[in-house]
């Protein structure tokens, strides 16, 4: 960030930021107070549902009021809207597609899952920050664990969502590219992405209990690296999970892959060159 000429010079923010691969939104950026009762509501219902996904919303809120914090269901439905969180369970769809966007079947119905690259989940998070918040996007391959991309930004926009599909499907071509029916997924410019390819898309259908490698990845995350760092800011977020993910993806040891790492699987299954994924690794984590 501190590379970025932000006067008027021969290049634009736009085309240094492309250059430097850095986030736009990340250059701009100026904290600004958040109402601290709100925070606070928002870090426990986070840590809530990473806990319990499949508490609704009267659950969390009837947890809440035993934390003692004085909340009604519609307000914790209304943060969980904000947040980009969703339950899992048969009940209201906090993650709304928009109306005129189109909804693709669910594919994976009693599908075997064999090999790296059949199903990719996609899926958002909510990154709490000591005084604000963000969210991580990922793009995840089913069978190997394997965090095939991830974007991290300040808002819900659609922009940094489309450049981590872009940046997956640059290294590799899916069978199956699975997400739920929130905008970002349904939205003609994701849609558009997988025209010319040979990916099927597939949505989950509502309360499905479907997404769960992704969201045990969530849970993976948050307990083991970001409510232990706390983050400060951004920039120190965007930092703790570039060192985490490369981690998760290199060197953590899965027992669900016999104490294997993901990339262990990934690349062992797929038996061809890794240079892709490398550049990709370059670009993400600042290692070759």
Not at 186 to 211: C, E, H, K, W
Not at 213 to 239: G, I, M, Q
Not at 263 to 276: L, M, P, V, W
Request: glycine share 6%.
């Amino acid at each position: 960030m501190a590379l970025v000429e932000r006067e008027v010079g021969e290049v634009s923010v736009v085309v240094q930021c492309e250059l430097l691969s850095v986030h736009r939104s990340g250059v701009y950026y100026a904290p600004r107070p958040v109402d601290a009762a709100a925070l606070h509501l928002q870090r426990r219902i986070d840590e809530i549902y990473t806990a319990c996904p499949f508490y609704g919303v009267r659950k969390i809120a009837a947890q809440l009021r035993a934390d003692g914090l004085l909340v009604n269901h519609k307000a914790v439905a209304g943060h969980l809207q904000t947040m980009g969180l969703r339950a899992i369970y048969p009940g209201p769809n906090l993650s709304q597609r928009a109306r005129q966007h189109s909804v693709y079947p669910y594919l994976l119905r009693g599908l075997k899952i064999e090999r790296p690259n059949q199903v990719w989940g996609v899926d958002l998070t909510y990154i709490r920050l000591r005084g604000g918040w963000m969210y991580l996007f990922a793009v995840l391959d089913w069978f190997s664990r394997f965090v095939v991309s991830w974007a991290l930004d300040l808002t819900l926009e659609l922009g940094f969502v489309l450049k981590a599909m872009r940046d997956a499907l640059a290294v590799a071509t899916p069978v199956i590219c699975n997400s739920d029916q929130g905008s970002p997924s349904t939205s003609p410019q994701y849609i558009q992405l997988f025209q010319d390819t040979p990916v099927q898309i597939s949505m989950d259908g509502r309360g499905a209990l479907d997404n769960l490698f992704t969201e045990r990845l969530w849970r993976t995350v948050k307990y083991e690296e970001v409510y232990l760092k706390d983050y400060a800011s951004p920039r120190e977020a965007r930092t703790g999970l570039t060192a985490y993910l490369d981690f998760y993806n290199y060197r953590r040891l899965h027992q669900a892959l016999d104490y294997q790492t993901p990339a262990q699987i990934n690349f062992h299954e797929r038996g061809n060159s890794t240079d892709k994924f490398s550049i990709l690794r370059s670009r993400h984590w600042g290692t070759p």
